[in-house]
């Protein structure tokens, strides 16, 4: 059964710029969680989505924000581009609470 | 504050030295503590839920054990293909989840 697709799985943006990544779950999986990794902070909470509903949202300014498609299919985006958003940023599925499934990852490089 | 405070940092152990991950959590509370392993470049690998004390799970060379305050990751005579970073993770109320920050396990042949 195919897994957690995120693409694209690089990119390279310049500050102030804007970008969207997106995630595919596994299928029937409703709950797309999106989180960003760093060597410092570790895995930090961005938001969950649940039928197209956003469940919980962690401490991210607002330049960061997603949405969920009535395919499951979530999408975030990243406006204003700081060089600190250089980051793993991680998908993942779950049919309930914490089971999570995640996907390979983007690796955003700001420059 | 709620947090989850993995320990060590990094272990380095010979293969077959059988040794102990640390996760400390408080959260108010706790649904469910979650083991994965991320390997370089990859996404973290579920391993196991726990959801009360005094639980207990196994897989291969590893044991998940709980407590009311902490959670340790037994590793039995590792091998080189063991070596990942470790991550343990606590869902709690309202459905929050929080991760530490891991555990990076190196084991040398």
């Known amino acids: 059964k195919a897994g957690v697709t995120q693409t694209p799985r690089y990119l390279i943006k310049t500050r102030g710029q804007q970008v969207t990544l997106s995630c595919s779950p596994i299928s029937g999986h409703r709950s797309v969680s999106w989180y960003q990794q760093t060597p410092g902070q570790g895995l930090q909470f961005l938001f969950e989505y649940f039928s197209e509903t956003q469940r919980n949202k962690g401490n991210f300014p607002g330049r960061f924000s997603g949405r969920q498609f009535s395919n499951s299919r979530s999408e975030m985006n990243v406006s204003t581009l700081e060089l600190g958003d250089s980051a793993l940023y991680l998908c993942a599925s779950s049919p309930r609470l914490g089971g999570y499934t995640f996907g390979s990852g983007t690796r955003l490089t700001v420059v | 504050e709620d947090q989850v405070t993995q320990s060590p940092e990094a272990l380095r152990l010979q293969e077959g030295e059988s040794s102990s991950l640390n996760c400390s959590y408080t959260?108010?509370?706790?649904?469910?503590l979650f083991w994965y392993r991320q390997d370089p470049g990859k996404g973290p690998e579920f391993l196991f839920t726990l959801y009360s004390a005094g639980e207990e799970k196994e897989k291969e060379r590893l044991k998940a054990t709980l407590t009311k305050k902490e959670s340790f990751l037994h590793i039995t005579a590792p091998k080189p293909e063991d070596s990942a970073t470790y991550l343990c993770a606590a869902a709690y109320r309202d459905d929050k989840i929080i991760f530490g920050k891991g555990t990076r396990l190196h084991i040398l042949p």
């Open positions: 959260v108010s509370g706790l649904r469910g």
